[in-house]
């Protein structure tokens, strides 16, 4: 078995869902009380936020590139990236290690391929839905990706940040995001991305009408499968 170096704390909620679905996934192709094979470093986030919203993405950059290297130092066979909005530095990442990054967004478009979906909303930080890193990879498979408006931008992002990261899912907010999904749907959205690896600790497949695709879920999946089949 390889070992899995996740970068957590981008937020450290999210980072226990991946721990919880690592092992998991793990234990069901193992069986027994067989578990993976996982180092964790886990950054404050309070630091990386303050950054991003500063707009200091070549700062983010490096100090993901040295958290990514001590990974490796310690043993890590690939670094994951625990986080949809961190992989705008996602190159500067692979260029700094020699292991490699699985791109959370590249497993997701595979994912969209196999359901054969071709147009999907994109939920996540106005980072994630605004930029273009995460829809590039997206188009690279054929799939358009159409985002949220102005407005709803602004209640996702506001939620991520001040809700969501601190640990805080309230039926309002809940609400309030299936109503922005409902209209995606009606605007001809085949699937949802939710991605913001803290959005599916608040949306569930359950929950809506068309597929979701939860990031964290599958970059899991992507990674469990590097580790045991190599």
């Given at each position: 078995?390889?070992?899995?170096?996740?970068?957590?704390?981008?937020?450290?909620?999210?980072?226990?869902?991946?721990?919880?679905?690592?092992?998991?996934?793990?234990?069901?192709?193992?069986?027994?009380?067989?578990?993976?094979?996982?180092?964790?470093?886990?950054?404050?986030?309070?630091?990386?936020?303050?950054?991003?919203?500063?707009?200091?993405?070549?700062?983010?950059?490096?100090?993901?590139?040295?958290?990514?290297?001590?990974l490796e130092q310690a043993g890590a066979d690939c670094i994951l990236i625990g986080a949809n909005t961190m992989?705008?530095?996602?190159?500067?990442?692979?260029?700094?290690?020699?292991?490699?990054?699985?791109?959370?967004?590249?497993?997701?478009?595979?994912?969209?391929?196999?359901?054969?979906?071709?147009?999907?909303?994109?939920?996540?930080?106005?980072?994630?839905?605004?930029?273009?890193?995460?829809?590039?990879?997206?188009?690279?498979?054929?799939?358009?990706?159409?985002?949220?408006?102005?407005?709803?931008?602004?209640?996702?992002?506001?939620?991520?940040?001040?809700?969501?990261?601190?640990?805080?899912?309230?039926?309002?907010?809940?609400?309030?995001?299936?109503?922005?999904?409902?209209?995606?749907?009606?605007?001809?959205?085949?699937?949802?991305?939710?991605?913001?690896?803290?959005?599916?600790?608040?949306?569930?497949?359950?929950?809506?009408?068309?597929?979701?695709?939860?990031?964290?879920?599958?970059?899991?999946?992507?990674?469990?499968?590097?580790?045991?089949?190599?």
């Amino acid at each position: 078995m390889k070992t899995i170096g996740l970068i957590g704390g981008l937020t450290w909620l999210s980072t226990l869902d991946y721990y919880r679905l690592l092992n998991e996934m793990v234990n069901q192709r193992l069986g027994g009380v067989e578990a993976g094979q996982i180092i964790v470093y886990s950054v404050n986030f309070g630091e990386i936020k303050v950054l991003t919203e500063a707009g200091q993405w070549d700062e983010i950059a490096r100090q993901i590139s040295g958290v990514a290297k001590k990974l490796e130092q310690a043993g890590a066979d690939c670094i994951l990236i625990g986080a949809n909005t961190m992989h705008k530095i996602a190159d500067e990442v692979q260029a700094a290690v020699t292991i490699p990054v699985i791109h959370i967004a590249e497993e997701v478009a595979a994912s969209i391929q196999e359901k054969g979906l071709s147009r999907v909303a994109l939920l996540g930080t106005k980072y994630t839905m605004q930029l273009d890193f995460y829809k590039n990879k997206l188009a690279a498979k054929g799939i358009s990706t159409i985002i949220p408006n102005e407005a709803e931008i602004e209640i996702i992002n506001t939620a991520i940040y001040t809700e969501m990261g601190k640990g805080i899912f309230t039926p309002v907010t809940k609400a309030k995001f299936l109503g922005i999904i409902q209209r995606l749907i009606s605007e001809g959205a085949e699937g949802i991305i939710l991605g913001c690896t803290e959005i599916p600790i608040l949306i569930k497949q359950e929950d809506c009408t068309v597929p979701v695709f939860d990031t964290t879920r599958i970059h899991s999946q992507a990674a469990v499968r590097f580790a045991l089949n190599g």
